[in-house]
């Protein structure tokens, strides 16, 4: 049985491309294509593809949040990156929204459809410095308990909704306060944990549960 695929790609000419890939590998079928992420998330669900390609930037809604968005309607579906932001946010927010790889373009026809089985069959597949990078967050995440200590209640909220992948506005309506504040939290955050992005206040954030859970 063909694997199902569905690409998330705002540029014709990539998408296209990739879909060639897919087609031309015995094993794999190239089910839908979209250009935007509002109409992934209209058409995806009733096609029902088994792994998603994913571009970050994308016109109107961004790729990460589309992820989220998909992986909260179907907890099966595999969604695999395929960007050319390399930097940790980026990374971490796409990990974090549920995505469960992530490659960096341009790559490779026999790479991608690799990728693609991987993922399909419970792997996390990443292109080598993205996995490096992913790594160190983690190594970085150990912060001091006085760090921990100094974040009030509503910091410590916001940080594991962060967390959790919630974007800002996310946040600041499930908690019920303005996205200006939210930003204000979250400023508050950086210089009590000495960090400088999301990523990094979340990994520290990840380390510190993990020396919780191994007490």
Known sequence: MSIRVAIVEDDPQVRRMLAAIIRRAP????IGEYATAEAALAGIPAQAPQVVLMDIDLPGMSGVECVQRLAEKSASLQILMLT??????????????????????PVRAAQLVDAIRDVYGGGAPMTSGIARKVVQMFQQGRP?????????????????????????KEIAERIGVSYATIRTHVERIYHKLHVRSR?????????????QAGR
């Not at 974040?151 to 962060?162: G, H, I, M, N, Y």
């Open 27 to 30: 094993d794999c079928e190239c």
């Open 84 to 105: 050319v932001y390399k930097d940790t946010d980026s990374i971490f927010n796409a990990l974090a929204a549920g995505a469960a790889g992530y490659l960096v373009k």
């Open 144 to 168: 001091s308990p006085r760090e921990v200590e100094n974040l009030s209640p509503r910091e410590q909220e916001v940080l594991d909704l962060l967390a959790q992948g919630y974007l800002y």
């Open 199 to 211: 990523a990094q206040a979340v990994a520290r954030y990840l380390g510190r549960a993990a020396d």
